[in-house]
Protein backbone atom coordinates (compact mmCIF):
# COMPACT_ATOMS: atom_id res chain seq x y z
CA UNK A 1 0.00 0.00 0.00
CA UNK A 2 0.61 3.91 -0.38
CA UNK A 3 2.02 5.07 3.06
CA UNK A 4 4.28 8.27 3.84
CA UNK A 5 6.06 8.55 7.63
CA UNK A 6 7.02 11.86 9.45
CA UNK A 7 7.59 12.61 13.06
CA UNK A 8 5.01 14.87 14.58
CA UNK A 9 7.27 17.65 15.59
CA UNK A 10 10.17 19.22 15.36
CA UNK A 11 12.20 21.62 18.22
CA UNK A 12 14.94 23.99 16.40
CA UNK A 13 16.65 27.45 17.75
CA UNK A 14 16.47 30.30 15.29
CA UNK A 15 19.68 30.75 12.93
CA UNK A 16 20.00 26.67 13.13
CA UNK A 17 19.36 24.43 10.24
CA UNK A 18 16.15 22.34 10.43
CA UNK A 19 16.43 18.88 8.93
CA UNK A 20 12.66 17.34 8.17
CA UNK A 21 12.68 13.44 7.77
CA UNK A 22 9.94 11.43 6.15
CA UNK A 23 9.64 8.07 4.85
CA UNK A 24 7.72 6.47 2.41
CA UNK A 25 6.27 2.77 0.97
CA UNK A 26 5.50 3.11 -2.82
CA UNK A 27 8.49 2.15 -4.77
CA UNK A 28 6.12 3.73 -7.88
CA UNK A 29 6.88 6.94 -6.81
CA UNK A 30 7.71 9.35 -8.82
CA UNK A 31 7.10 12.87 -7.33
CA UNK A 32 8.08 14.11 -3.74
CA UNK A 33 7.09 16.60 -2.52
CA UNK A 34 7.54 19.17 0.54
CA UNK A 35 4.46 21.61 1.49
CA UNK A 36 4.35 24.15 4.22
CA UNK A 37 1.34 25.00 5.92
CA UNK A 38 0.94 27.92 8.18
CA UNK A 39 -1.03 29.05 11.17
CA UNK A 40 -4.67 29.49 9.85
CA UNK A 41 -3.95 29.04 6.14
CA UNK A 42 -4.00 26.41 2.99
CA UNK A 43 -1.25 24.50 2.08
CA UNK A 44 1.83 25.88 -0.10
CA UNK A 45 3.76 24.16 -2.41
CA UNK A 46 7.60 24.53 -1.12
CA UNK A 47 9.25 22.38 -3.55
CA UNK A 48 9.25 18.75 -5.05
CA UNK A 49 12.10 16.26 -6.62
CA UNK A 50 11.87 13.97 -9.27
CA UNK A 51 12.81 10.28 -7.96
CA UNK A 52 15.63 9.81 -10.58
CA UNK A 53 17.53 13.01 -8.69
CA UNK A 54 19.34 12.81 -5.56
CA UNK A 55 19.41 16.65 -4.20
CA UNK A 56 17.65 19.75 -5.05
CA UNK A 57 18.56 22.93 -3.85
CA UNK A 58 16.25 26.24 -3.81
CA UNK A 59 17.85 29.03 -2.06
CA UNK A 60 17.38 28.40 1.88
CA UNK A 61 15.72 25.16 1.20
CA UNK A 62 18.23 21.56 0.40
CA UNK A 63 15.82 18.70 -0.78
CA UNK A 64 17.64 15.28 -0.21
CA UNK A 65 16.45 11.74 -1.89
CA UNK A 66 17.60 8.18 -0.99
CA UNK A 67 15.72 6.09 -3.26
CA UNK A 68 16.95 3.35 -2.16
CA UNK A 69 16.41 3.54 1.36
CA UNK A 70 12.78 5.78 0.76
CA UNK A 71 14.15 7.73 2.55
CA UNK A 72 13.01 12.16 1.75
CA UNK A 73 14.46 14.98 4.51
CA UNK A 74 14.03 18.75 4.04
CA UNK A 75 16.74 20.80 5.02
CA UNK A 76 15.93 24.23 5.93
CA UNK A 77 19.16 26.60 6.68
CA UNK A 78 19.11 29.83 9.06
CA UNK A 79 15.95 28.93 10.11
CA UNK A 80 13.85 32.08 10.83
CA UNK A 81 10.91 32.57 13.09
CA UNK A 82 8.83 32.83 9.70
CA UNK A 83 9.46 29.49 9.13
CA UNK A 84 7.45 27.82 12.13
CA UNK A 85 4.58 25.89 10.55
CA UNK A 86 3.73 22.23 9.53
CA UNK A 87 5.21 20.80 6.63
CA UNK A 88 3.82 17.78 4.78
CA UNK A 89 6.05 14.80 3.21
CA UNK A 90 3.80 13.80 0.32
CA UNK A 91 4.51 11.86 -3.26
CA UNK A 92 2.70 10.40 -6.01
CA UNK A 93 3.09 8.00 -8.81
CA UNK A 94 2.33 10.49 -12.21
CA UNK A 95 1.65 13.74 -13.14
CA UNK A 96 -2.29 15.03 -12.00
CA UNK A 97 -2.15 11.64 -9.90
CA UNK A 98 -3.41 11.60 -6.38
CA UNK A 99 -0.92 12.73 -3.93
CA UNK A 100 -0.19 11.31 -0.72
CA UNK A 101 0.37 12.67 2.09
CA UNK A 102 1.81 11.91 5.70
CA UNK A 103 0.51 13.69 8.85
CA UNK A 104 2.68 16.81 8.95
CA UNK A 105 6.19 17.54 11.00
CA UNK A 106 5.08 20.29 13.17
CA UNK A 107 8.48 23.24 13.50
CA UNK A 108 8.60 25.09 16.60
CA UNK A 109 11.50 27.98 16.02
CA UNK A 110 12.90 28.37 20.04
CA UNK A 111 14.73 32.04 20.58
CA UNK B 1 -2.89 33.55 -13.31
CA UNK B 2 -4.95 30.97 -11.50
CA UNK B 3 -6.81 31.36 -8.47
CA UNK B 4 -8.82 29.02 -6.20
CA UNK B 5 -11.23 29.72 -4.02
CA UNK B 6 -13.11 28.30 -0.85
CA UNK B 7 -16.13 29.07 1.65
CA UNK B 8 -17.06 29.34 3.93
CA UNK B 9 -13.33 29.80 5.67
CA UNK B 10 -15.01 28.47 9.01
CA UNK B 11 -18.05 26.71 9.71
CA UNK B 12 -19.61 25.44 12.71
CA UNK B 13 -22.69 23.09 12.60
CA UNK B 14 -24.93 20.69 14.98
CA UNK B 15 -24.79 16.99 14.13
CA UNK B 16 -27.01 15.78 11.90
CA UNK B 17 -27.47 19.27 10.26
CA UNK B 18 -26.60 19.64 6.07
CA UNK B 19 -23.10 20.94 4.98
CA UNK B 20 -22.10 22.68 1.38
CA UNK B 21 -18.85 23.76 0.87
CA UNK B 22 -17.97 25.42 -2.26
CA UNK B 23 -14.50 25.80 -4.63
CA UNK B 24 -13.99 27.53 -7.72
CA UNK B 25 -11.04 27.99 -9.85
CA UNK B 26 -10.27 30.78 -12.17
CA UNK B 27 -7.55 31.07 -14.57
CA UNK B 28 -7.80 27.52 -16.09
CA UNK B 29 -9.84 25.50 -18.18
CA UNK B 30 -11.24 22.12 -17.37
CA UNK B 31 -8.44 21.25 -14.07
CA UNK B 32 -8.77 18.44 -12.27
CA UNK B 33 -9.99 18.98 -8.98
CA UNK B 34 -9.64 17.26 -5.31
CA UNK B 35 -11.50 17.82 -2.47
CA UNK B 36 -8.89 16.38 0.92
CA UNK B 37 -9.45 16.48 4.35
CA UNK B 38 -7.47 16.91 7.29
CA UNK B 39 -8.64 15.70 10.87
CA UNK B 40 -7.29 17.25 14.03
CA UNK B 41 -3.68 14.95 14.34
CA UNK B 42 -3.80 13.13 11.57
CA UNK B 43 -2.37 13.67 7.47
CA UNK B 44 -4.02 14.79 4.80
CA UNK B 45 -6.37 12.39 3.18
CA UNK B 46 -8.22 12.63 -0.53
CA UNK B 47 -11.94 12.06 -0.67
CA UNK B 48 -12.68 12.78 -3.89
CA UNK B 49 -11.19 13.66 -7.05
CA UNK B 50 -13.12 14.80 -10.67
CA UNK B 51 -11.29 15.23 -13.82
CA UNK B 52 -14.57 16.53 -15.81
CA UNK B 53 -17.66 17.74 -15.05
CA UNK B 54 -20.36 15.02 -13.54
CA UNK B 55 -17.60 12.85 -13.43
CA UNK B 56 -16.65 12.14 -9.94
CA UNK B 57 -14.66 9.82 -8.13
CA UNK B 58 -14.45 8.70 -3.84
CA UNK B 59 -11.59 7.45 -2.47
CA UNK B 60 -13.28 6.37 0.93
CA UNK B 61 -16.83 5.14 1.95
CA UNK B 62 -18.15 7.97 4.28
CA UNK B 63 -20.88 10.43 5.19
CA UNK B 64 -19.71 12.99 2.32
CA UNK B 65 -20.53 13.60 -1.33
CA UNK B 66 -19.54 15.52 -3.71
CA UNK B 67 -20.70 17.17 -7.29
CA UNK B 68 -18.98 19.20 -10.26
CA UNK B 69 -22.26 20.86 -11.64
CA UNK B 70 -19.46 23.03 -13.79
CA UNK B 71 -16.04 22.96 -15.40
CA UNK B 72 -14.58 25.31 -12.47
CA UNK B 73 -16.83 24.62 -9.45
CA UNK B 74 -16.18 21.61 -7.01
CA UNK B 75 -19.25 20.96 -4.02
CA UNK B 76 -18.88 19.36 -1.21
CA UNK B 77 -21.43 18.41 0.55
CA UNK B 78 -23.28 16.00 3.30
CA UNK B 79 -27.22 15.46 3.99
CA UNK B 80 -26.57 14.79 7.90
CA UNK B 81 -23.28 16.17 9.36
CA UNK B 82 -21.26 13.38 12.15
CA UNK B 83 -19.03 14.46 14.68
CA UNK B 84 -16.16 13.19 13.12
CA UNK B 85 -17.02 15.24 10.01
CA UNK B 86 -15.21 18.10 11.96
CA UNK B 87 -12.10 18.81 10.12
CA UNK B 88 -10.26 21.20 7.69
CA UNK B 89 -11.61 20.83 4.32
CA UNK B 90 -8.93 21.49 1.15
CA UNK B 91 -9.58 21.99 -2.13
CA UNK B 92 -6.90 21.54 -4.72
CA UNK B 93 -6.78 21.83 -8.92
CA UNK B 94 -4.20 20.34 -11.14
CA UNK B 95 -4.18 20.71 -14.82
CA UNK B 96 -5.28 17.89 -16.78
CA UNK B 97 -1.78 16.40 -18.68
CA UNK B 98 0.02 19.47 -18.42
CA UNK B 99 0.85 20.31 -14.51
CA UNK B 100 2.99 18.31 -12.34
CA UNK B 101 1.38 19.61 -9.03
CA UNK B 102 -1.47 20.24 -7.09
CA UNK B 103 -2.63 24.05 -5.83
CA UNK B 104 -4.53 23.70 -2.89
CA UNK B 105 -7.03 26.57 -1.42
CA UNK B 106 -7.14 28.32 1.96
CA UNK B 107 -9.46 25.60 3.19
CA UNK B 108 -12.47 25.75 5.57
CA UNK B 109 -12.25 24.53 9.30
CA UNK B 110 -15.27 22.52 9.77
CA UNK B 111 -16.49 22.08 13.72
CA UNK B 112 -19.12 19.72 14.03
CA UNK B 113 -20.76 20.09 17.40
Known amino acids: GEDVEQSLFLSVREGDSSVINCTYTDSSSTYLYWYKQEPGAGLQLLTYIFSNMDMKQDQRLTVLLNKKDKHLSLRIADTQTGDSAIYFCAESRNRDDKIIFGKGTRLHILP | SQTIHQWPATLVQPVGSPLSLECTVE??????LYWYRQAAGRGLQLLFYSVGIGQISSEVPQNLSASRPQDRQFILSSKKLLLSDSGFYLC????????????FGPGTRLTVL
Open chain 2, 27 to 32: GTSNPN
Open chain 2, 92 to 103: AWSVLRAGDTQY
